[in-house]
């Protein structure tokens, strides 16, 4: 019986921050993690792709303020858009090359995905969401001078800029893609987050600047195909309690009842595993049946059970 899953890329799946973030660095990690995701088409899964692009749509802004005197600027909103399109070209063209060697008959999709969100969400005015390049603290202190950012440290000594990140209300174009998908086509949809979009008074839709909660957006989508698994492909090979000290501890399976205990308790860092738990166990709460979170070197020994750390319904 065929099986529904949402991957989620997280945006180090692309772009290592080790790494430079050239063109060839991202295609080349991006062949990486597609080359893991195809054992979900080999055990007939049907699949809807998302991703993050932190790294592409910080870059994207970076290109913004150093030619802004010769070339009139994209406002935020329409970065997002753009790195959607490039993002989902190097996922498709890459993926496809795969599937073509494999000799599986599949073909691979981008659908540039709109997201509503409410123009009133506080993280509008108090941005928290980590894009772009790592700075020492002096150069990210020199770039808010110059070119109007809003920094704050992420990890001891490094220091990023930050843009609103608003919570996703509503996925559109969900007929469509949970249309695609139930057909066996692979599915890029709601990269970033999704493209952010409001309802003016008048009933139109009209773009905002931000970078929406792509976890949050990923659980949504989930939902919007009647995905049975969520996947979030991210950095850690799992989850753990007490990360980072000398109390550090895996978590092999919880339920979801344990997961929101561990958060209240403070286990999950904001920046980091706490918007993905928060994603779990909005997944878990409509229709999903579970979450494995892991990295893209243990994913295949996730989908069986071997790796990640999994989450079920209690």
């Not at 005197?69 to 989902?88: D, F, H, K, R």
């Not at 706490?274 to 979450?291: C, M, Y």
Request: hydrophobic content about 35%; proline content about 4%.
């Amino acid at each position: 019986m065929e099986k529904t899953a949402i991957i989620a890329l997280g945006g180090n799946a692309l772009s290592d921050k080790s790494q430079a973030g050239t063109i060839n660095d991202q295609f080349s990690n991006t062949r990486k993690s597609l080359t893991e995701i195809i054992k979900f088409l080999k055990e007939d899964y049907n699949i809807c792709i998302t991703h993050g692009n932190g790294p592409q749509v910080g870059d994207e802004l970076l290109r913004m303020d150093l030619t802004q005197n010769e070339v009139s600027p994209l406002p935020l909103g329409v970065c997002v858009a753009g790195t959607q399109g490039t993002i989902g070209y190097m996922i498709q063209q890459t993926f496809q090359n795969i599937l073509n060697q494999e000799k599986i008959d599949k073909e691979v999709v981008t659908l540039v995905t709109q997201v509503v969100v409410d123009p009133k969400h506080p993280s509008l005015k108090n941005p928290t969401k980590f894009v772009g390049k790592r700075f020492t603290k002096q150069e990210a202190e020199k770039r808010a001078k110059n070119m109007g950012w809003i920094v704050k440290e992420q990890d001891p000594g490094e220091w990023r800029r930050v843009v609103p990140s608003p919570d996703p209300d509503f996925v559109m174009h969900g007929i469509s893609i949970r249309t695609l998908v139930h057909a066996g086509i692979v599915v890029l949809a709601a990269g970033g987050g999704g493209i952010p979009v409001f309802v003016d008074e008048n009933g139109n839709f009209n773009g905002i600047d931000a970078v929406i909660d792509k976890d949050l957006t990923a659980a949504k989508l989930g939902r919007v195909i009647r995905a049975d698994e969520y996947y979030i492909v991210t950095d850690i090979d799992q989850v753990y309690l007490h990360y980072g000290t000398e109390n550090q501890s895996p978590i092999d399976q919880m339920t979801d009842v344990e997961a929101k205990k561990y958060q209240e308790e403070g286990h999950f860092q904001q920046g980091s595993m706490w918007p993905k738990i928060r994603s779990a166990i909005h997944f878990l709460k409509h229709h999903g049946k579970k979450v494995i979170i892991t990295n893209i070197d243990n994913l295949q020994d996730a989908i069986d059970g071997k790796a990640g750390t999994t989450i079920v319904k209690e």
